[in-house]
Nanobody
Framework: QVQLVESGGGLVQAGGSLRLSCAAS???????MGWYRQAPGQQRELVGRITSAGSTNYADFVEGRFTISRDNAKNTVYLQMNSLKPEDTAVYYCNAYSFGVNYWGQGTQVTVSS
């Protein structure tokens, strides 16, 4: 079992930055982690993933603005978001994939004003 708690969301103006954190209840050393988001009336979509070795991949809409990193010693994954746009407004969820099971956090709201 992996429990995930996101934090760091909030209200920011367009062009601003936020850093989201995802704290895991146990070791994430060998766990594939990711960030997803869900806007009102939309399906949940992948933002990006990071492997246990630290390799990352991102959705096309990220366009180099976001960076995912992990600190295995702290069992924490981060999502640094720069140059935020109003269309980035969504609830952001942390995801852990381990032994065929997906684990989700409760989500953190990110609102970008124009």
């Amino acid at each position: 079992q992996v429990q995930l708690v996101e934090s760091g969301g909030g209200l920011v103006q367009a062009g601003g930055s936020l850093r989201l954190s995802c704290a895991a209840s146990g070791s994430i050393f060998k766990i594939f982690m990711g960030w997803y988001r869900q806007a009102p009336g939309q399906q949940r979509e992948l933002v990006g993933r990071i492997t246990s070795a630290g390799s990352t991949n991102y959705a096309d809409f990220v366009e180099g603005r976001f960076t995912i990193s992990r600190d295995n010693a702290k069992n924490t994954v981060y999502l640094q978001m720069n140059s935020l746009k109003p269309e980035d407004t969504a609830v952001y969820y942390c995801n852990a994939y381990s032994f065929g099971v997906n684990y989700w956090g409760q989500g953190t709201q990110v609102t970008v004003s124009s």
